[in-house]
Nanobody, 126 residues
Framework: QVQLVESGRGLVQSGGSLRLSCAASGFTLGDHAIGWFRRAPGREREGVLYISGTNETTNCADSVKGRFTISRDNAKNTVYLEMKNLIPADTADYYC???????????????????WGQGTQVTVSS
């Protein structure tokens, strides 16, 4: 059974930083495409960042460019979302998603992923 578990939730002030983790069991993240998504209150889920099985990354949200990065630690079977210079608009539930493919042509779309975590909450105060 595949499980993705996000961690790192927190309440931070504007300008602060957080690192979210996505740990997997029953699935090897290192060989597959992984995406981070978020859903802000009252909004639809949107793509944030993506990393392929060959560590190519794609930014899905212009608003996070230069502030968020995605990386993986294959030894820990974990993918990270490093968030810096957080702003209140980053407040959302953050989800990681995994595909059974190593690369995706439309990595910012939710329907291309096979497994999802339950999400972790990030709140940024002004």
């Amino acid at each position: 059974q595949v499980q993705l578990v996000e961690s790192g939730r927190g309440l931070v002030q504007s300008g602060g930083s957080l690192r979210l983790s996505c740990a997997a069991s029953g699935f090897t993240l290192g060989d597959h495409a992984i995406g981070w998504f978020r859903r802000a209150p009252g909004r639809e889920r949107e793509g944030v960042l993506y990393i392929s099985g060959t560590n190519e990354t794609t930014n899905c949200a212009d608003s996070v460019k230069g502030r968020f990065t995605i990386s993986r630690d294959n030894a820990k079977n974990t993918v990270y979302l490093e968030m810096k210079n957080l702003i209140p608009a980053d407040t959302a539930d953050y989800y990681c998603a995994a595909s059974t493919r190593w690369s995706l042509t439309r990595p910012c779309m939710t329907h291309v992923y096979d497994f999802w975590g339950q999400g972790t909450q990030v709140t940024v105060s002004s």
